[in-house]
Nanobody, 124 residues
């Protein structure tokens, strides 16, 4: 299983921006589609965005992030980024990345690896 590490979370004011990173030292990282999920306290884990393997030519977003979030991949750095703009308090959650050998996004049973999560808190 590919090992994933999230980073970039933190405390930001409403309307602010953060860029989350999902990285791996595994040489197969770019062979996987990468998904971002988030989980707020007391809530179910929900899909945020996904990017296809090997490039960022195909992406998918949950309605909650459309127009505000952008997912991208840098193959040379073994990294997938989630740029989050105009953050709302409702975006407060732990954000996780996960690896999927297939595209387009499907059931979570296909997700082969998860990172440990990075906390995003949007508050004034």
């Amino acid at each position: 299983q590919v090992q994933l590490v999230e980073s970039g979370g933190g405390l930001v004011q409403p309307g602010g921006s953060l860029r989350l990173s999902c990285t791996s030292s595994d040489s197969t990282f770019n062979d996987y589609s990468i998904h971002w999920f988030r989980q707020a306290p007391g809530k179910e884990r929900e899909f945020v965005a996904a990017v296809i393997w090997k490039s960022d030519i195909s992406t998918a977003y949950a309605d909650s992030g459309k127009g505000r979030f952008t997912i991208s991949r840098d193959k040379s750095k073994n990294a997938v980024y989630l740029q989050m703009n105009n953050l709302h308090p409702t975006d407060t959650a732990t954000y996780y990345c996960a690896a999927d050998p297939l595209w387009p996004p499907g059931g979570r049973e296909r997700l082969t690896s998860w990172g440990q999560g990075t906390q995003v808190t949007v508050s004034s």
